[in-house]
């Protein structure tokens, strides 16, 4: 018995953690999920789950500053130089 009450209680959990997506109930407090009625605590906290992560890993992520201070010119030339005359000449061909 006990056994069935806790997977019971544990599944119960975590789908109220996920749903309902949208508010469900009979009045709701300025869109803010509380009422009476009842959204899932991972719906109704997106808005600061993502201000969070993205305040976390903004400091980790690259822009295109940093993918090209890694890029040596003269190299980059040298090893497209081929194609890129063909890709010119193909396309003045065209104008």
């Given at each position: 018995?006990?056994l069935?009450?806790?997977?019971f209680?544990?599944?119960?959990?975590i789908?109220?953690?996920f749903l309902?997506?949208e508010?469900f109930?009979l009045?709701?407090y300025?869109?803010?999920?509380?009422g009476?009625g009842?959204?899932?605590?991972?719906p109704r906290?997106c808005?600061?789950?993502?201000?969070m992560?993205?305040k976390?890993?903004?400091p980790f992520?690259?822009?295109?500053?940093?993918?090209?201070s890694?890029v040596?010119?003269?190299r980059?030339?040298?090893?497209v130089?081929?194609?890129l005359?063909?890709?010119i000449?193909t396309?003045?061909a065209h104008?």
């Amino acid at each position: 018995v006990a056994l069935l009450f806790t997977w019971f209680h544990i599944w119960l959990a975590i789908q109220m953690m996920f749903l309902p997506v949208e508010f469900f109930g009979l009045w709701q407090y300025q869109s803010s999920g509380m009422g009476i009625g009842w959204q899932g605590l991972v719906p109704r906290k997106c808005e600061k789950m993502a201000r969070m992560s993205y305040k976390c890993a903004r400091p980790f992520l690259e822009g295109p500053g940093d993918w090209l201070s890694r890029v040596d010119p003269k190299r980059l030339v040298s090893e497209v130089r081929s194609e890129l005359r063909v890709v010119i000449e193909t396309a003045m061909a065209h104008v």
